[in-house]
């Protein structure tokens, strides 16, 4: 394997891993404020949906953008008030959720477009076109750091960028401010936040519509940034590797940063070689394509009891009179 090779696949990663860190980061929001969101998928798909359509309408991404943020936070409002305001099951309300966005996206695509669910495809400002970086073209013939700038960390679509940034931003917030310490607070003790004269509600609507913004966010992408419109289940189960992923790094942002690379990584290489051999192993297309649900599988299997959530997590709090 060459380098540009390598190059090419982690350039590859960097695009494909995008929408799950989003969606990693959204889950942890929810999930440490104690609210469990297995509706990740489905607010991604209402979000791809309602961006790619109204990008289609409109032809700007911009608007796109924030079709698929409201599109998302619809969604997350309705886990919030089923979670939080009725003491509902979140589990069942997360399925709800998926289940519903399913069916709604396809209904409502077919209906306005006529194009079996789809939207029709997008282009120019519609879509949200890649950033060069200052001097990638400068240094591109530059060996090893040449490759590694203008094609690694150039040329990307600024919601790229804009996950890569919410990683820190998302440690500084949960680690630096008195936000973040409340938050963190009220997913491992509820009863002790509410007797400090604090809002256990209002603390866990506001993690639940983090989550709705960014899972908006990485939907918004995967329509109109790494695709060119909106197909139907585009989201392929990325919100449940994003959980997988959430648990791999034990509900932290800098550990989703990796957790999500590793799914990024394994999808790109299936996507570079639909056969891979291992000199007398040969591995098929279908072993491929399923790497990345593999290894969902196996981090489920194997850390679920290890990584330990938020104690108060997927418990309505219920306040003592």
């Known amino acids: 394997m060459d380098v540009m090779t390598v190059v090419q696949i982690l350039d590859s990663t960097v695009r494909l891993m995008t929408p799950l860190l989003l969606a990693c980061l959204a889950g942890l929001y929810s999930e440490r404020s104690g609210i469990f969101d297995i509706g990740l998928e489905g607010k991604m798909l209402m979000a791809a949906f309602s961006a790619g359509a109204v990008a289609a309408l409109t032809g700007s991404a ?59 495809p997008v282009s120019g400002n519609a879509r949200f076109s890649e950033i060069t970086l200052p001097g990638a073209t400068a240094i591109r013939d530059v060996p090893v750091i040449g490759p ?48 400090a004269g604090i809002s256990v509600t209002r603390l866990r609507y506001s993690a639940v519509m983090i989550c709705g913004v960014l899972c908006g966010i990485a939907g918004a992408y995967m329509a109109i940034s790494l695709s060119a419109g909106f197909v139907k289940d585009m989201t392929a189960g990325r919100g449940y590797i994003a959980l997988a992923a959430l648990i791999f790094a034990k509900w932290r942002p800098w550990h989703a940063l990796g957790a999500t690379f590793l799914f990024g990584l394994l999808e790109a290489i299936s996507n570079r070689f639909p056969q891979l051999h291992l000199g007398p192993i040969t591995l098929s297309e279908s072993f491929m394509l399923t790497l990345p649900y593999i290894l969902t599988v196996v981090i489920l299997a194997g850390f679920v009891g290890r990584a330990i959530p938020p104690r108060a997590g997927g418990e309505p709090y219920v306040k003592e009179r």
């Open 62 to 120: 911009v608007l796109g953008l924030l079709a698929g943020i409201l599109g998302s936070l619809a969604l997350a409002l309705v886990h919030g008030l089923a979670s939080i305001t009725f003491r509902g099951n979140q589990l069942i309300s997360g399925v709800a959720i998926n289940l519903f966005a399913g069916g709604f996206t396809v209904l409502v695509g077919q209906k306005l477009f006529g194009l079996g669910g789809r939207t029709p």
């Open 148 to 195: 590694i700038y203008s094609e690694i960390i150039s040329g990307h679509s600024p919601l790229v960028y804009l996950a890569l940034l919410a990683v820190p931003l998302t440690w500084w917030v949960l680690y630096r401010t008195r936000f973040g310490l409340r938050l963190r607070a009220v997913g491992e003790n509820p009863a002790s936040v509410d007797t």
